[in-house]
Every structure is written in C-alpha cells, then in structure tokens.
C-alpha cells in the first residue's frame, strides 16, 4: 500500500501521475494504460483542486494505491465540503466546449468509481482498475462502453 | 513544460513540451490567445514534445480553435504522440481539430485549411 498527501496546488500533480504510472506499471499494465490509468486519477485530483477547494492551493489531498489480487484500487481523500455525486456526471461529447472532459477521462479509463458516503471528514472516491483488463480497445474506443 | 513561439513568414508555430495540465496550460493558453489574436493567418500547435496532456490541454485546444474560428485563423496541430492522440480520438475531437502528422505536412498544407474546417 502507498500513501501520499499532497497539497492542494496544480504544480504537485506531476508527483501524483508519477506515483499512478509507477504502481500501475508494477501491477502488470502496459506503459500505455499506465498512461491513462494516470490521467484518471490526475483528473480526479484535478476536480478536488477546482472544485472542491476552488483553486486554493491551502487544502491537502490524500492518494492511498491499494494492490488487491485482482485490481488496482486508488483512494482519493480531500477534507473539503462534501460534493454533490449527482451533479458528477460526463458532458456529452457532440458538445464542442473547453471544459468537461475530466469526469468523461475518469468514466472511461476506470472500471468503477464511487464516494464513500460513510466518510464525514470530507470526500473519499475510491477508483478501481481491474488487472489484466486494458483502457482501451484496439479502434481506440474505451474498454468499458459498448 | 515549455512553450515557445516561432515564426515561419505568415505561419506562427507555437512548440510545446512536457507535460499538458492543470497547472502547466494557463502558459500554452497565453501563448496560444497571443498568436490568435495578433498573428495569424495561421498558428501551428507543435505537439511532438507533449509527454501527457490532460482535460486542461484538451480544453485550453477547444478555446483555441474556437477563437481561431471567430478571428478566421488557420489552425492546426502536429505530432501528436500516440497517448494524446488516443485521448483526443476518445473525447471524438480528432475530426474536430486539422491535425498532421508532421510539420513539413503542417507547412505545406495549413495555407489551405478553411479557417472553419472541421466544424
């Protein structure tokens, strides 16, 4: 099990992708995958540093990766104000706008996503990738639509 | 990352490495905003040193074509990765943006782009 805190500032995401690439290549993925499994859980970071902080770099986060005999699970953990999983959803993609992607990254790469609504410090998203099962299928689609 | 600007007579190429994201894109949205607005014709976004680009990168490319689109400004991108290519062909922004393979093709072709091809 690994476990990071980091604050709340854009600049130390690097820190987190590298940590994702590196257990996730460990774990058996490609460097490909690795790559994506990275970009959803930077973009769930991401979404903690804009939205549940607004962009105040004050806050701190919590990464904990956890190998289980069949998947990755990551555990982001935030002590700001509880969100609202409702509003969480991926824009439609026929939509040409600038933002919106991220949640739509996170669906896609990840085999399961959820909060934890037991936890009262703050946010707790679990997101978990299968072993053995790639991001992306061969025309390039996501792996888990279809 | 890195962002730098070069001019090739009416064509501005804006170089761009290392990783695209949440902290680094305000810089290629400045860079980017800059040569739309002052020094089109055309602007070329070099991808081929973009290790990681994220939903930022990808937003901050939408509000550059779609500025290059009210200004009448040839847009295009170059040498993209294989990783970022596969994130755009999946958020179905491929057909969206003029994207080459190479800069000698991004030079030769970019004069013939209509500025609102790809909508």
Redesign the interface.
């Known amino acids: 099990m690994t476990r990071i805190v980091l604050g709340s500032e854009p600049r130390l995401l690097n820190v987190l992708r590298a940590v994702v690439r590196f257990r996730a290549q460990e774990a058996g993925f490609s460097p490909s995958d690795s790559e994506y499994v990275a970009l959803a859980v930077d973009e769930a970071a991401a979404n903690i540093i804009r939205h549940t902080y607004r962009g105040s770099c004050d806050g701190h986060m919590a990464l904990e990766v956890r190998r289980l005999p069949d998947r990755l699970e990551f555990i982001l953990e935030d002590w700001g104000p509880k969100v609202c999983e409702d509003k969480i959803r991926p824009r439609p993609l026929d939509e040409l706008r600038p933002g919106g992607l991220g949640t739509f990254f996170i669906y896609s790469f990840m085999d399961e996503c959820s909060y934890d609504q037991d936890y009262k410090k703050g946010n707790r998203l679990k997101l978990v990738k299968f072993l053995g099962k790639g991001c992306l299928r061969n025309d390039g689609s996501s792996a888990k639509t279809r | 990352m890195t962002v730098q600007v070069r001019k090739l007579d009416k064509i501005s190429i804006i170089d761009c490495s290392g990783?695209v994201?949440?902290?680094s894109s305000p810089r290629l949205r400045e860079a980017l905003m800059a040569e739309i607005k002052t020094n089109g014709p055309s602007v070329l976004v070099n991808m081929s040193g973009v290790a990681?680009i994220?939903?930022?990168g990808?937003?901050?490319l939408?509000?550059g074509?779609?500025h290059s689109r009210q200004t009448k400004t040839q847009f295009g991108l170059f040498g993209l990765r294989?990783?970022a290519r596969?994130?755009l062909?999946?958020?179905?922004l491929h057909k969206?943006f003029t994207i080459f393979d190479a800069e000698a093709e991004a030079l030769e072709k970019i004069g013939s782009v209509k500025p609102f091809d790809g909508v």
């Open positions: 990783d994201d949440l902290y990681y994220d939903s930022s990808i937003a901050t939408v509000e074509l779609q294989p990783n596969s994130v062909e999946l958020a179905r969206v």
